[in-house]
């Protein structure tokens, strides 16, 4: 399983930003895909999920996004997205993608600056 996760970069306060993460090696469309992010001297947090058909695609949000942030999967793709809107100062980090077989796997991070 690669996951390989791009979109990231600097924006001002207020703006937006869409990433992206290409799966490989699974049959993604069955899969939960997480995405998470960290902050450097703190523990990675998870910010958005997106269940795989069996689940409907439901998608939870961390409530510090909700209304901000929207979680999609294009399956044929094989791609989860993160649509960043309304960005804060508070949300640099680097953002990472998640999924799980029979153990974590993650994509290579992919850093969001916001400025003020």
């Known amino acids: 399983v690669q996951l390989q996760a791009s979109g990231g970069g600097l924006v001002q306060a207020g703006g937006s930003l869409r990433l992206s993460c290409a799966a490989s090696g699974l049959n993604f469309r069955l899969y939960t895909m997480k995405w998470y992010r960290q902050v450097p001297g703190q523990e990675r947090e998870l910010v958005a999920s997106?269940?795989?058909?069996?689940?409907?695609?439901?998608?939870d949000y961390a409530d510090f996004v909700k209304g901000r942030f929207t979680i999609s999967r294009d399956n044929v793709r094989r791609t989860v997205y993160l649509q960043m809107t309304s960005l804060e100062p508070e949300d640099t980090a680097v953002y990472y993608c998640?999924?799980?077989?029979?153990?974590?796997?993650w994509g290579q991070g992919t850093l969001v600056t916001v400025s003020s």
């Open positions: 998640n999924t799980k077989l029979a153990r974590d796997f």
């Open positions: 997106i269940a795989g058909n069996f689940g409907t695609n439901i998608t």
